[in-house]
């Protein structure tokens, strides 16, 4: 696992992309997030610009416990939510992507809400240990 300004990245060397889906999802359940959303990236910028690309999709993570505990300390974190999870097809397999939720409340300049951010960065980072 590597991290970058704003998130954490994991290579899979070796693992296709639809598995690293699957892995993706199955870690995350085991710390609580289900997937909201699904964005295949490929997919749209073929349709919509006409562009091949690799295999990116953007997953809309949420653990419906720390949402709720989020929103009831600061409402418009909604803005944030949910937790933006990347898996992109590279030339060695697959890497994962996820957001850093001390960087993503670092905008929001709500002190009591930074205990919150660690428990969930510390569940992401399981995540990415898991896949």
């Known amino acids: 696992m590597r991290q970058v300004s704003y998130g954490y990245r994991k290579e899979l060397k070796g693992v296709a992309y639809a598995e690293a889906i699957t892995r993706t999802?199955?870690?995350?359940?085991t710390e609580g997030f289900g997937v909201l959303t699904q964005i295949d990236v490929k997919a749209t910028m073929k349709a919509k610009l006409g562009l091949d690309r690799p295999a990116y999709a953007i997953l809309g993570a949420c653990n419906p416990t720390l949402a709720h505990r989020?929103?009831?300390?600061?409402?418009?974190?909604?803005?944030?939510?949910?937790?933006?999870?990347?898996?992109?097809?590279?030339?060695d397999g697959s890497e994962?992507?996820?957001a850093d939720p001390k960087e993503m409340f670092k905008i929001v300049d709500n002190r009591e809400l930074a205990p919150l951010a660690d428990e969930v960065g510390s569940k992401l980072r399981r995540v990415l240990e898991r896949v």
């Open 25 to 29: 999802t199955e870690a995350l359940k």
């Open 70 to 91: 989020a929103l009831e300390g600061e409402p418009e974190i909604g803005l944030l939510l949910p937790c933006n999870v990347v898996v992109a097809e590279t030339e």
């Open 96 to 98: 994962v992507q996820i």
